[in-house]
């Protein structure tokens, strides 16, 4: 799911302090966590993210969001501390 995977670069930016920490964190590009973060504004309609070359602050739709999210920000630390695969390697049955 693309905005789950928009959510997590999202928090871990915010969590990171920025967008090559969270990207390091996250094993991917410092450019992909930018789009993600990006395309997740678009979709949303609002800004999260202030960016200056400095350092990032959280608009108030950014804050918002994150204080939505506190289930999701601790799956997502769970998510990173057992190293889980996106993909499933075993289907469910029914």
């Not at 959510?7 to 871990?12: D, H, N, T």
């Not at 920490?21 to 410092?30: D, E, F, H, K, Y």
């Not at 804050?63 to 506190?70: K, T, V, Y």
């Not at 289930?71 to 769970?78: D, N």
């Amino acid at each position: 799911m693309k905005n789950w995977e928009a959510m997590e670069a999202f928090v871990e930016v915010v969590r990171q302090g920025s967008f090559s920490a969270a990207a390091s964190q996250l094993n991917v590009s410092a450019s992909h966590i930018s789009r993600l973060v990006s395309q997740l504004e678009t979709d949303l309609g609002t800004t999260l993210l202030f960016r200056t070359t400095r350092r990032i602050r959280l608009s108030e739709s950014g804050e918002s969001l994150l204080s939505a999210l506190p289930r999701f920000t601790q799956c997502t630390e769970q998510r990173r501390r057992s190293n889980f695969v996106s993909q499933p390697s075993a289907y469910w049955q029914f």
